[in-house]
């Protein structure tokens, strides 16, 4: 289904192949495509729409990478709003259950979503992972041997249930089980209320009466990761009742596309915290945003063929750049190109987030600890230098320095900051060329499983070998400065 | 009150979105234009059509030409019309016509296989027969604990093992006591198992195989229960499901909820499977027949 996908793309693009940068006419034309990847995947119609504008938005202008057709561009792009809008950035905080014991988790959600099972796998994750002394309590009146269900799975985990008392009422057994938890020192309460639908006012009340007895410090909103379009409807109705604080996703080890996923995210606006994976008790992982991403888009080849493609390209240009180093070439024109590439790596991950130091530099610019106005100011100093200056610039004399500075609206000691980088750019470069160049480089990278971390290589290192990691830390790393790339820590936020 | 009743009350919220999706967008007596034709299409997807399907019920719409116009009403019956034209070949009651019936219910984890079982034992029983069940899931904890329970509430015997015990030699014992004891209708529950767990189907298609041993007609029927609020996934669970335990029919449950349950349209279409009852709340008499018109009607809104 999907090959036709990306068939129908290339279609499209066909006649665009090699063109510059992406124009609105030929983005919404792969987007319509898009959408239907989206449908077909259940992610729920709202969702999709307003998911859809946003990515062309962001996709309209992009450049297209050589050897990529511009239909590839696009799917990489929507990938990568697929994986911010599901990973919700940065700040999803740790689940709270550092407060003043009990803390009371509350899981809801729809009939055979899965909510008992990923009880007993959440306790048994914080008890074992975070030490966390674990009490676990059925609410469930409803549905024939529910109770008998968490009791068994109590046994399975060895966590402790509390004793089930027939009769009372889910509010009385949530009360019961958070007074229990206190009196007898547990750190945490699990609450795993009965199935409800969301056009089940009664229920829903009643849900509302258990969150409001029992002030829940997360509840957790259990959805079945085969839901369909209804997702939405789920969403909404839960959490105009209660106040959800995060979305566990389950059957994620069915071949189900997963859209779900997306419709949560938008509509409860609250993370994603695990996937189940399993009807074994161990089987929840943390939620994956990548994996999902390239699940509900179904294109992760494509995906990863744009980025070896940018990874290739920019390896080429940094060998090109390597030759006319070892020939003595390495000019302040090819500063400004590598420049280009840093400010590119917003939106690029290739070789340039792969190099140790790089990614590091690339870290710094998102934290802020570098301006990303720095790059700007650099390029414009090397812009303010004449054609001449550029190919040669130990020909810049004081009076030259000035009259840049002046040009750039920037100091002195600011141009010979960027020519001092050059000089050190030149010199890695030039280290770089010696150890087999970018190729042999990558080729042992990717011999390494992956790249290595921002923190670049080994400390030390054995000398002498062709290639080892110490050096190649050495050579990009700058002790104190997070490894950022040559001459950068010049550069740091004064 | 019919589910229908209770599907338009419960439901006039989402109803009325999906009303809205459908037309709402002019009133009077109009073309039927592209924006309106948009609008079906994008009504049928939000009810789990899926694209595919949608866009081609929006094609067929566009091919009739409404020369002097619709209006809102108007279009909300034919869209009903159309989709209750497809399901029509598909909707077929259970018939009880061996004795015993061996009946197999298979599914995905919590589409409701267990309690769609109480709700047939209780259908049969009414209708006069001897009912037997048995508990097949012997792996999901407390799922015996829940069917012996709704064995006893509906009032039927039922054949019951160990927890981790054989699926397979189980099912077995109980088609031969349902020979012996001379019972119309056997009811088979299974634990719920995703379909591209290859190891677990094979067992499921071993519990048949050794069913077969006794009756080689038997399993005489084999259900398929599906959530409707499945998305697009349940087209590869009738499948798969088909291929390995050879499902005779399909049971949709969860319809009393806000989902529409629109991916059995597509799954008509595609594969013809008779649908025999729905389930509509978690009580054993909440299932109903399943009515082409009444469902259609339900997806589009026009109530
Ligand atoms: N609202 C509603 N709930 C239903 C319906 N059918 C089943 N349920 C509920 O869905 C949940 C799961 O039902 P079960 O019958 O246990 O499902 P199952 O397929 O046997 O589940 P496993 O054996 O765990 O795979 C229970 O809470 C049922 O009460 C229905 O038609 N409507
Ligand atoms: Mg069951």
């Known amino acids: 289904m999907f090959d036709s996908l990306s068939e129908r793309l290339g279609g499209i693009f066909d006649r665009l192949r090699g063109r510059g940068a992406l124009t609105e006419i030929d983005v919404r034309a792969a987007m319509r495509e898009v959408r239907v990847a989206l449908l077909e995947a259940d992610v729920a119609l709202p969702v999709v729409k307003d998911f859809i504008e946003a990515a062309t938005q962001r996709a309209i202008g992009a450049e297209v990478i050589k050897s990529v057709t511009p239909g590839q561009q696009v799917v990489k792009i929507v990938n990568d709003c697929l994986v911010e809008l599901l990973s919700g950035g940065e700040d999803v905080p740790p689940l709270k259950i550092n407060v003043t014991p009990p803390a009371v988790i509350m899981m809801v959600g729809l009939q055979g979503s899965g909510k008992t099972t990923s009880t007993a796998k959440l306790a048994s994750w914080l008890g074992t992972r975070e030490r966390k002394k674990v009490l676990m309590a059925s609410l469930d009146v409803a549905r024939p041997a529910a109770q008998e269900q968490l009791r068994v799975l109590g046994e399975q985990t060895e966590i402790a249930t509390l004793p089930i008392i027939p009769g009372q009422t889910p509010v009385q057994i949530a009360e019961r089980a958070r007074q229990s938890a206190r009196l007898q020192g547990f750190d945490v309460v699990l609450l795993d209320t009965a199935g409800r639908l969301g056009v089940d006012e009664a229920l829903m009340a009643e849900m509302a009466a258990i969150a409001g007895a029992t002030n829940p410090d997360e509840i957790l909103l259990v959805v079945d990761s085969l839901t369909g379009q209804d997702a939405v409807n789920v969403a909404a109705a839960f959490k105009a009742r209660v106040a959800l604080t995060g979305v566990i996703l389950t059957r994620m080890d069915g071949d189900a596309r997963g859209g779900a996923a997306l419709s949560m995210r938008s509509v409860t606006g609250t993370p994603i915290r695990f996937a189940g994976t399993g009807e074994k008790l161990d089987a929840l992982e943390a939620f994956d945003a990548n994996r999902v991403a390239g699940r509900i888009l179904g294109m992760g080849d494509i995906v990863g063929l744009v980025e070896k493609a940018a990874a290739n390209f920019e390896a080429e240009q940094a060998e090109k750049m390597a030759e006319k180093l070892a020939k003595g070439q390495f000019d302040m024109d090819d500063l400004r190109q590598q420049l280009g590439q840093m400010k590119k790596m917003g939106g690029l991950s290739g070789l340039a987030a792969m190099m140790p130091g790089m990614g590091a530099a690339k870290k710094a610019m998102d934290s802020g600890a570098i301006n990303p106005k720095l790059l700007d100011r650099m390029e414009a100093i090397i812009l303010s230098m004449t054609a001449k200056e550029r190919a040669k610039p130990e020909i810049l004399t004081a009076k030259r320095k000035i009259r840049i500075a002046n040009g750039s609206g920037t100091t002195v000691q600011d141009v010979n900051k960027v020519l001092k980088m050059h000089q050190e750019m030149a010199n890695a470069m030039k280290r770089l060329k010696k150890m087999g160049g970018i190729k042999g480089m990558m080729k042992m990278l990717s011999g390494m499983g992956g790249a290595p971390g921002p923190e670049g290589g080994a400390p030390g290192g054995d000398p002498g070998g062709a290639i080892d990691m110490g050096a190649l830390g050495r050579m990009f790393g700058r002790p104190g400065m997070g490894n950022l790339p040559p001459g950068f820590n010049k550069f740091g936020r004064k | ?303």
């Open chain 2, 1 to 303: 009150m019919s589910w229908f009743g209770r599907l338009t009350e419960g439901l006039s919220k989402s109803t009325k979105k999906l009303a809205n999706n459908i037309t709402g967008l002019a009133t009077g007596t109009l073309p039927l234009d592209e924006e309106r034709l948009d609008a079906i299409e994008e009504g049928l997807i939000a009810a789990d059509l899926g694209p595919r399907v949608a866009a081609r019920i929006r094609e067929r719409l566009a091919d009739q030409k409404y020369a002097k116009g619709i209006d809102d009403d108007g279009v909300r019956a034919v869209v009903a019309d159309e989709v209750a034209q497809i399901l029509a070949p598909v909707a077929r009651p259970l018939a009880i016509i061996r004795k015993p019936q061996v009946i197999l219910v298979v599914g995905v984890n919590g589409s409701g296989k267990t309690t769609t079982i109480a709700k047939l034992a209780r259908l049969f029983k009414a209708d006069g027969k001897q009912v037997m069940l048995a508990a097949g899931d012997t792996f999901r904890a407390a799922a015996i604990a829940q069917l012996k329970i709704w064995a006893d509430r509906v009032g039927v015997p039922i054949v019951a093992g160990d927890q981790g015990g054989d699926a397979a030699s189980l099912a077995f014992d109980a088609v031969k006591r349902a020979m012996d004891e001379g019972i119309d209708v056997l009811i088979i529950d299974t634990a719920g198992r995703l379909q591209n767990k290859t190891g677990l189907m094979d067992e499921l298609a071993k519990v048949k195989r050794v069913i077969g041993k006794l009756d080689p007609a038997a399993p005489h029927d084999v259900l398929l229960v599906l959530d409707a609020t499945t998305g697009q996934n349940a087209l590869n669970q009738i499948e798969v499901f088909g291929q390995v335990a050879g499902v005779t029919g399909l049971v949709m449950t969860k319809l009393d909820g806000s989902a529409r349950g629109g991916m059995l349209v597509a799954a008509a279409e595609k594969f013809g499977l008779p649908i025999h009852a729905i389930g509509v709340g978690e009580g054993m008499d909440d299932l109903q027949p399943f009515t082409p018109q009444d469902f259609a009607a339900a997806l589009v809104g026009t109530a």
